[in-house]
């Protein structure tokens, strides 16, 4: 109880700060390396990282005013958000800018940002309260449906807006859930699945065969023991394997063969920055020419420039891949291209250490609440980072295919940078009351 | 706390380490083992540009430029900065071009560039269309001049020595000299300007840019660590002296021939002239090729360098050669005379002489002052029959030694491309030509100049400079220093002195007088300037031409050596006038008057009616004219004739072959 005593300057979380704090620098130093050119001022308000400087100092400000606030108020008025985010977002359906086809984003002047982004916020909070409610038992089938409906809700609707990456980014709560008791099977099966999924499209089909018939087999030496003993386990590894056979060698050649359209496989593969395989090309049947989609077009330029940043990089500035805008969406999605080509892969190592820390710190934050609702919401803070992390740096790199989020405190961009601001800031908050029961 | 020990925290940060690490060994894969995206990003996005240095000037002997750079402009265009609101009424008005080329331009741009980028719209604007766009240039946003270097000619004149510079075609890429140049390069073509190359060219500089995905040059790459700079092209002094050169041009304008002025001390070339000469500007800029055409195909062959590549029998003048190889080998002596009354009678047909009166040949003082065909004729008969060579043949060949040695029948190694060698016939000629049935008799006319002797004028001028300096000369060129240094090794061949001829000083004097008495008692009194000693030759050669297999007699062509002064001799000339007359009508003012105006750096008011009637001359004939269509006429004739034989002999083939078809269609039809 001491620490109640010190003022709260002392009880906030001074590594996540420090970490938010570095990883914003780094992003505008990014941003500054892709567009600075050598005859140009330093200061020039009409570039992106002077704009980038101004919303970081927004969201110092915004952070300061959160800071500012009663703990309380969060969890309090949790639901009243979250009911207040679906209307905007409801809204936005109907009255969104269209914004390369998706309208997702809402204007109100000049100013424009994106509900879909913020929106996690809100549903963070929900989440966190509703799963902090005393009389909320997660072990029951129907409490779990409303938490999930809690966090699908959102997704639904910016799928609505055409904006289908964004809401995958709503999966990662079942990470959360995950944490606060849902079963073991559900996150083993979700992960097959999205491994299945990507091996399925990556991997050769007769190599994929191999692999997975010799992971079984050395499964099934593992388990050799059990395996002798009763016959259930052998017909279940049997059929998880039947499955992904199944799955990969039957079932995916004959959607991609004759239910999938030309434009959907090029789709498909254009995401994952891979060209179509030539079983599925219908282009070489029609004998049209083949051209090259833009995504497909984005992630090699990625590679290009990722790959050529080599070990130690090309140095500050040096960038000739990012600094002459050959990777489209430089400074937003493919953001990441920028640490790789001028600081080669020590530097990306380095940045990929600086997110593991601040998630495992977020993970330790959580972990040391004695409320729920901030445990929870730890919890939700440290997924949301992780899923944009790893997606979108597996998308630059051509593991993932490229959905068009972004990368935390790093991609120019005022919602998303204001959006983990105030994420971070709200956790701080919260943390810096940890000794506090919130409800 | 209980959820201090929820396992699934760990399972959690496992998850995120694991992702984490997969996405990290992803990109050491992709950041050190994948040396192709280095390539790649290279590949895309660094841009190699050129930057040609500024060539070499060339100056004269006194400093003069001949020849430097001048800056001609290229229209750009960004079609995506020029404005919708754009002008183009008055744009084309400018530019003096109706609206449809300029839409077909604008196409053209369009479909070879993306819009963003800079192109090419108009090259090389003349100076009309520069100054007019320039007033109006804020008018047209969108448009841009880009400089351009190209060389500009002092003052027209001396275009057959410097030369010109074009675009290396494919052919020559191929060659090793060009190893290094790449299409569109520019590289000399003929004179000084190929000759020197390497020197006047400089030194490539090569600016590695980054460019963006528009392709527009942008940074330097690294800072520009990388870049090579571009090292200019070097100054070339010449010997030429520009003044005496536009002088002699002057003076042989409306007359075909050729005029080589040489300093006996340096084997410097004061002056080079091949007339007609051309302007040098022409063969510049845009319009390059169809004034090329049109320069080759004028009948009197402007860029024929007759100077050089022309071979002349050098009639009279070569006596002071035969007279001296005469004297050195002992044959005859100074006093050696020789009785003519107007034709040399010892071999069978009478040789004509011009001279009838007794005594002009009584010795070789008054014979050559008079130049006597039937002493010559007989001192050379004398010299290749002595008694001291067992045959003619050796005679013949020791006499071929003796014009070789002075540097005739081989090339001087002038240091302009193209030389011609001409002829000095030796015994194995004279054998293969009368199947080893010849004697002294059958060879006579070479000891005047005549027959088989063939010279370029400026062997004819070297010659004179071997007499000059009694027994030496150095290979005539024209650069005395590049870039400032006169001792680059590229002159070193230069400046070696050729002592060639082992004869005594005495010996060079008599002839030397000889041809003193030429000038002030001899053929070319004419030539006589007051104040200046010269020793000089006149020739008349006599020539014939053939046409479609026809010998037709012309009129002769007029020729003249000197040199000046006597003691220290400054100045070697020698001058062709193509079938003229003689040589002391023609030839022989037109070198006097250039050695005046060399020495003394005027004419005197004297001389003013001869320099006239010299400049106002007219001696091109018509049937020059002839000649050429009539050569031309043959050359496409023959060419006609020789693609018809192609023709047929495919068409006889095709006819062949469907006549095989025919019956092969036949058989199968029968057999149905």
Redesign the interface.
């Known amino acids: 109880m001491s620490s109640l005593r010190k003022s709260l300057f002392y009880r906030i979380d001074g590594v996540v700060l420090l970490l938010y704090t570095l990883l914003v620098i780094v992003g505008i130093l990014a941003v500054f390396s892709v567009e600075h050119?050598?005859?140009d001022a330093l200061i020039m308000m009409n570039k992106s990282y002077m704009k980038q400087l101004v919303w970081f100092g927004y969201s110092l400000l915004f952070g300061m005013v959160i800071l500012l606030t009663d703990s309380k108020f969060f969890s309090s008025f949790a639901f009243l958000t979250y009911t207040a985010g679906i209307a905007v977002l409801i809204i936005t359906i109907f009255a969104g800018v269209d914004v390369k086809g998706s309208r997702s984003w809402l204007g109100i002047g000049s100013f424009r940002f994106q509900p879909g982004e913020v929106a996690k916020i809100f549903t963070s909070l929900a989440i966190a309260k509703f799963l902090s409610l005393p009389e909320t038992n997660f072990k029951t089938l129907k409490h779990r449906f409303i938490a999930v409906g809690i966090a699908l809700t959102p997704a639904l609707l910016i799928i609505l807006q055409n904006e289908t990456g964004l809401a995958l980014v709503y999966l990662c709560f079942f990470?959360v859930m995950?944490?606060e008791g849902l079963p073991n099977t559900v996150?083993v099966i979700g992960f097959s699945v999205i491994a299945l999924v990507l091996a399925t499209l990556l991997i050769d089909r007769k190599v994929l065969f191999v692999v997975l018939t010799v992971g079984m087999g050395i499964v099934a030496v593992l388990m050799r023991n059990t395996l002798r003993r009763r016959w259930e386990p052998r017909v279940f590894l049997l059929s998880i394997w039947f499955v992904c056979i199944l799955f990969s060698q039957v079932a995916v050649p004959f959607v991609f063969k004759h239910v999938l359209k030309k434009h959907h496989i090029e789709r498909i593969y254009s995401m994952i920055g891979k060209e179509v395989p030539d079983e599925y090309d219908k282009t070489m049947v029609a004998g049209e020419e083949k051209k090259g989609n833009s995504s497909e077009y984005n992630v090699l330029q990625s590679?290009?420039?990722?790959?050529?940043?080599?070990?130690w990089g090309k140095g500050f500035l040096?960038g000739?891949?990012t600094?002459?805008?050959?990777v489209p969406e430089q400074n937003t999605d493919f953001i990441f291209c920028a640490i790789?080509?001028q600081f080669?892969?020590f530097g990306?190592?380095i940045l990929?250490i600086l997110?593991?820390s601040l998630?495992?710190r977020i993970?330790y934050i959580?972990?040391?609440?004695?409320s729920?609702f901030t445990?929870v919401y730890s919890?939700c803070v440290?997924?949301i980072l992780?899923f944009h992390?790893?997606v979108n740096?597996?998308m630059t790199?051509g593991?993932a295919p490229v959905i068009g989020i972004t990368l935390p405190f790093l991609s120019y961009g005022g919602s998303s940078l204001m959006s983990f601001s105030i994420l971070i800031f709200i956790l701080i908050r919260l943390d810096a009351d940890r000794q506090v029961l919130i409800r | 706390?209980a959820?201090?020990q929820?396992p699934?925290?760990y399972?959690?940060?496992f998850?995120?380490?694991g992702?984490?690490s997969?996405?990290?060994l992803?990109?050491?894969f992709?950041?050190?083992f994948?040396s192709?995206?280095?390539v790649?990003?290279?590949d895309?996005?660094?841009y190699k540009k050129v930057v040609y240095p500024p060539r070499g000037a060339i100056l004269d002997r006194k400093g003069k430029v001949m020849l430097s750079n001048t800056t001609i402009y290229d229209l750009m265009v960004t079609p995506h900065n020029v404005p919708k609101t754009f002008d183009t009424t008055q744009f084309c008005e400018v530019l003096d071009i109706d609206r449809a080329t300029y839409l077909k331009i604008m196409e053209r741009v369009l479909t070879r560039n993306i819009d963003v980028r800079q192109s090419s719209f108009m090259e090389q604007l003349s100076q009309e269309q520069t100054a007019k766009f320039q007033e109006n240039a804020y008018m047209f946003a969108g448009y841009e001049l880009v400089e351009r270097n190209i060389r500009a000619y002092e003052n027209a004149s001396a275009g057959i020595v410097l030369g010109y510079i074009g675009e290396v075609s494919p052919e020559m890429l191929k060659r090793q000299r060009y190893a290094s140049y790449r299409q569109g390069d520019y590289t000399g073509f003929s004179g000084l300007e190929l000759e020197y190359e390497e020197v006047l060219r400089g030194q490539r500089g090569v600016h590695y840019l980054?460019?963006?995905?528009f392709n527009r040059p942008?940074?330097?790459?690294?800072?520009g660590i990388l870049d090579s700079q571009e090292v200019s092209g070097r100054q070339l002094d010449l010997y030429l002296d520009a003044d005496l050169q536009a002088y002699a041009e002057k003076l042989m304008q409306n007359k075909i021939g050729s005029v080589v002025a040489i300093d006996p001390q340096t084997g410097g070339i004061l002056t080079m002239v091949s007339s007609p000469t051309y302007d040098p500007n022409l063969l510049r800029g845009r319009d390059r090729a169809k004034n090329y055409a049109m320069l080759y195909r004028t009948a009197t062959r402007p860029l024929f360098n007759r100077a050089i590549q022309a071979t002349y029998q050098p009639g009279s003048t070569i006596k002071p050669m035969t007279g001296l190889i005469g004297l050195a080998t002992g044959a005859i002596n100074p006093h050696f005379g020789l009785a003519c009354y107007g034709s040399y009678n010892y071999c069978g047909r009478p040789i004509k002489c011009e001279h009838k009166d007794a005594g002009h040949a009584a010795n070789f003082r008054l014979a050559l002052a008079h130049s006597c065909n039937s002493y010559f004729c007989h001192i050379f008969r004398l010299t290749i029959d002595y008694s001291k060579f067992e045959s003619v043949k050796a005679g013949v060949q020791v006499w071929h030694d003796y014009l070789s040695a002075i540097g005739f029948g081989r090339q001087t190694g002038v240091d302009i491309p193209f030389e011609g060698s001409g002829r000095v016939p030796d015994s194995a000629y004279y054998d293969n030509r009368y199947h080893f049935n010849w004697n002294s008799c059958t060879v006579v006319f070479v000891g005047m100049g005549q027959g088989e002797l063939s010279v370029t004028p400026l062997q004819m001028a070297n010659g004179m400079c071997m007499i000059a300096n009694k027994g030496w000369y150095y290979t005539p060129h024209f650069v005395k220093a590049i870039g400032k240094n006169a001792d680059d090794s590229l002159l070193k061949k230069y400046q070696e002195k050729h002592t060639v001829l082992n004869i005594p000083d005495t010996t060079f004097s008599v002839v030397q007088q000889a041809m003193q008495d030429v000038v002030e008692s001899g053929t070319a009194i004419g030539a006589k300037v007051d104040g200046i000693t010269i020793c000089a030759k006149t020739g008349t050669a006599e020539n014939k031409a053939i046409v479609n297999g026809a010998v037709i007699k012309m009129e002769n062509h007029s020729m003249f050596v000197a040199f000046a002064p006597r003691d220290n001799p400054k100045i070697a000339i020698a001058v062709a006038i193509e079938n003229a007359g003689f040589g002391a009508t023609w030839a022989a003012p037109i070198a006097s008057l250039l050695i005046e105006r060399y020495l003394k750096d005027s004419v005197t008011v004297k001389r003013k009616p001869i320099e006239d009637k010299m400049m106002n001359a007219r001696l091109i004939n018509k049937y020059v004219y002839t000649i050429d269509s009539v050569s031309r006429l043959h050359d496409a004739e023959v060419y006609r004739a020789r693609m018809e034989r192609k023709r047929i002999a495919d068409s006889t083939r095709d006819a062949n072959a469907d006549v095989v078809l025919q019956r092969w269609l036949n058989k199968k039809l029968r057999k149905k």
């Open positions: 050119r050598a005859s990470l995950y944490r996150l590679k290009i420039a990722i790959g050529s940043g080599g070990f040096n000739t891949s600094k002459n805008q050959f790789g080509e080669g892969f990306s190592a990929l997110y593991v998630m495992l993970i959580g972990e040391r609440q004695r729920a445990r919890y440290a997924c992780f992390f790893a740096i597996s790199v593991l | 706390m959820a201090a929820n699934r925290q399972i959690i940060s998850i995120f380490i992702v984490a997969v996405i990290l992803r990109l050491f992709l950041q050190n994948e192709k995206y280095k790649l990003a290279n895309i996005a660094i980054e460019r963006d995905k942008r940074d330097p790459y690294k800072g």
